[in-house]
């Protein structure tokens, strides 16, 4: 560990950080102190800052064992960027059906919803065009006009390139493949902070095709310039690969009496395909790619047994075909299994409601956020271990500016395998019909550290028995 201390850069950034950690571990006072030596160190030469900051780390790890949760940091607006106002920007793309993408942008003036697309840059050979653009108003405030442009047929695996409403950058983007491999990227609750940056970074650097997101986005909470501003923040990511998302807490958005319409800022930018799926809101859809079947369930949506959304879900699962995807997968916010003292309980009522769907449908994973901390279960249904039930996993730790959850219940239930406090994303790798690797990628001092992996077999291969309970081989032999 204290090796992680001599990666040190000497920029202010990392220094700060380096201080909320250090205060954090060794209390205000040996923190303070600790500042001191770092700010006199700038003016040694490097070798006497490198040992200074080495002995520094001997004498705050042999305090300290584990990896220490960092302090929350504050949100970082982008501002607009575009040079005029036809321009798009907050570009971001999503799944529809298995060969199209919605592309979705705003501009600051009413222009035509038009795509311009094509497999060389700056060479379009394809156009689309959506629906009139969209526009919102909050209170006082006026969105700017919302794009929805569908395009294709387009050829899986394939890098297209793009401009929206024929103005403005070339954009690029890579359609996931047809058939299994697939990559997945997830994160849940990431908020605009530093820590915000940091994951997206991460995620980047990941070579996924599909990013999801368990809810949670923009933590705007009123503040609608903050919609913009985390669309400007994510727009690089989201404009290259699809963003698949559902709704959490933070994007309800209701004023008593001054407004009482619920997600309305999510709705108007974040329109998912959930008129594809036969679901009647955008609060809950499914999706299909590759061999893999997605369902993004609505926390906040009504889901009692005779609610459309529980109706919607029967229909969705019922339509499954394990055999064109092996995988099935379920995302929600508010988790049915958590053992954080925060949000204790609070996706109990709907885990009653649902869970008999998803045992029954022999789902593989729930992945949840809300808790802003990461844990993963064993196999569980009914709160107990069950081999046919899914593995239940929070990742709900993408960086805002609540920061971190780290209280967790003791003793720790033997339901739960892993539990940790810190920021980070989860990286899920569907290999084959029977075989997806998880990890979870700590932002462990700005650095992604897998800190938690294991294989998962499929439960669409497994017959009466399901799986062998304690699966967590850390090593898979087999040909992929
Ligand atoms: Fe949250
Ligand atoms: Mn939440």
Same mark, same amino acid.
């Given at each position: @560990?204290?090796?992680?201390?001599?990666?040190?850069?000497?920029?202010? &950034?990392?220094?700060?950080?380096?201080?909320?950690?250090?205060?954090? $571990?060794?209390?205000?006072?040996?923190?303070?102190?600790?500042? @001191?030596?770092?700010?006199?160190?700038?003016?040694?030469?490097?070798?006497?800052?490198?040992?200074?900051? #080495?002995?520094?780390?001997?004498?705050?790890?042999?305090?300290?064992?584990?990896?220490?949760?960092?302090?929350?940091?504050?949100?970082?607006?982008?501002?607009?960027?575009?040079?005029?106002? @036809?321009?798009?920007?907050?570009?971001?793309?999503?799944?529809?059906?298995?060969?199209?993408?919605?592309?979705?942008?705003?501009?600051?003036?009413?222009?035509?919803? @038009?795509?311009? #697309?094509?497999?060389?840059?700056?060479?379009?050979?394809?156009?689309?065009?959506?629906?009139?653009?969209?526009?919102?108003?909050?209170?006082?405030?006026?969105?700017?006009?919302?794009?929805?442009?569908?395009?294709?047929?387009?050829?899986?695996? =394939?890098?297209?390139?793009?401009?929206?409403?024929?103005?403005?950058?070339?954009?690029?983007?890579?359609?996931?493949?047809?058939?299994?491999?697939?990559?997945?990227?997830?994160?849940?609750?990431?908020?605009?902070?530093?820590?915000?940056?940091?994951?997206?970074?991460?995620?980047?650097?990941?070579?996924?095709?599909?990013?999801?997101?368990?809810?949670?986005?923009?933590?705007? *909470?009123?503040?609608?310039?903050?919609?913009?501003?985390?669309?400007?923040?994510?727009?690089?990511? /989201?404009?290259?690969?699809?963003?698949?998302? =559902?709704?959490?807490?933070?994007?309800?958005?209701?004023?008593?009496?001054?407004?009482?319409?619920?997600?309305?800022?999510?709705?108007?930018?974040?329109?998912?395909?959930?008129?594809?799926?036969?679901?009647?809101?955008?609060?809950?859809?499914?999706?299909?790619?590759?061999?893999?079947?997605?369902?993004?369930?609505?926390?906040? &949506?009504?889901?009692?047994?005779?609610?459309?959304?529980?109706?919607?879900?029967?229909?969705?699962? /019922?339509?499954?075909?394990?055999? $064109?995807?092996?995988?099935?997968?379920?995302?929600?916010?508010?988790?049915?299994?958590?053992?954080?003292? /925060?949000?204790?309980?609070?996706?109990?009522?709907?885990?009653?409601?649902?869970?008999?769907?998803?045992?029954?449908?022999?789902?593989?994973?729930?992945?949840?956020?809300?808790?802003?901390?990461?844990?993963?279960?064993?196999?569980?249904?009914?709160?107990? &271990?069950?081999?046919?039930?899914?593995?239940?996993?929070?990742?709900?730790?993408?960086?805002?500016?609540?920061?971190?959850?780290?209280?967790?219940?003791?003793?720790?239930?033997?339901?739960?395998?892993?539990?940790?406090?810190?920021?980070?994303?989860?990286?899920?790798?569907?290999?084959?019909?029977?075989? =997806?690797?998880?990890?979870?990628?700590?932002?462990? *001092? *700005?650095?992604?550290?897998?800190?938690?992996?294991?294989?998962?077999?499929?439960?669409?291969?497994?017959?009466?028995?399901?799986?062998?309970?304690?699966?967590?081989?850390?090593?898979?032999?087999?040909?992929?």
């Amino acid at each position: @560990m204290p090796g992680l201390l001599l990666k040190i850069r000497r920029d202010n &950034a990392y220094i700060h950080i380096q201080f909320e950690s250090l205060v954090v $571990r060794c209390g205000i006072d040996k923190g303070i102190e600790a500042f @001191m030596a770092l700010v006199s160190s700038k003016t040694l030469p490097n070798m006497g800052f490198s040992i200074l900051l #080495y002995l520094l780390s001997m004498a705050v790890y042999s305090e300290a064992g584990d990896y220490v949760r960092p302090l929350p940091r504050p949100i970082t607006p982008i501002p607009s960027t575009t040079t005029t106002d @036809m321009d798009a920007e907050q570009v971001h793309i999503s799944l529809v059906g298995s060969d199209r993408m919605r592309v979705t942008w705003v501009t600051k003036e009413d222009v035509p919803s @038009m795509v311009e #697309y094509g497999k060389s840059p700056g060479k379009y050979t394809s156009s689309a065009f959506g629906e009139l653009a969209s526009s919102y108003s909050y209170v006082f405030y006026r969105s700017g006009y919302i794009h929805n442009v569908v395009i294709g047929p387009l050829e899986a695996n =394939t890098v297209y390139y793009y401009r929206c409403g024929g103005h403005g950058p070339d954009y690029n983007l890579k359609t996931p493949p047809s058939q299994l491999p697939i990559f997945f990227s997830i994160a849940g609750d990431l908020g605009q902070t530093d820590w915000t940056k940091s994951t997206l970074q991460h995620i980047q650097k990941s070579s996924h095709d599909v990013f999801l997101m368990p809810g949670d986005l923009s933590y705007a *909470d009123n503040q609608q310039p903050l919609w913009d501003s985390f669309g400007r923040l994510v727009e690089p990511l /989201a404009s290259s690969r699809p963003w698949m998302v =559902t709704e959490g807490n933070h994007e309800v958005e209701t004023i008593l009496i001054l407004m009482e319409h619920a997600f309305r800022s999510y709705n108007a930018r974040w329109q998912m395909p959930y008129k594809e799926s036969g679901s009647t809101s955008n609060l809950y859809y499914s999706f299909e790619v590759a061999g893999v079947h997605v369902v993004m369930l609505g926390s906040y &949506a009504k889901y009692g047994t005779n609610s459309d959304q529980y109706k919607w879900l029967q229909g969705d699962l /019922a339509r499954v075909d394990r055999v $064109r995807t092996p995988w099935l997968f379920v995302l929600l916010h508010a988790p049915w299994y958590n053992t954080n003292t /925060a949000h204790e309980g609070e996706g109990e009522k709907m885990r009653i409601a649902m869970e008999p769907l998803l045992y029954a449908a022999k789902v593989d994973i729930v992945f949840a956020g809300h808790v802003h901390a990461y844990e993963r279960f064993t196999r569980v249904y009914n709160n107990k &271990a069950d081999p046919c039930g899914p593995i239940y996993v929070t990742i709900g730790d993408g960086g805002n500016r609540e920061g971190l959850a780290s209280e967790f219940k003791k003793p720790q239930s033997e339901l739960s395998l892993f539990r940790e406090a810190s920021f980070g994303h989860g990286e899920l790798g569907i290999y084959n019909a029977t075989h =997806t690797h998880w990890s979870w990628h700590r932002n462990q *001092d *700005d650095e992604s550290v897998v800190s938690d992996e294991i294989w998962i077999n499929s439960l669409s291969t497994s017959t009466n028995s399901c799986q062998k309970l304690q699966e967590s081989p850390t090593s898979y032999d087999g040909e992929l």
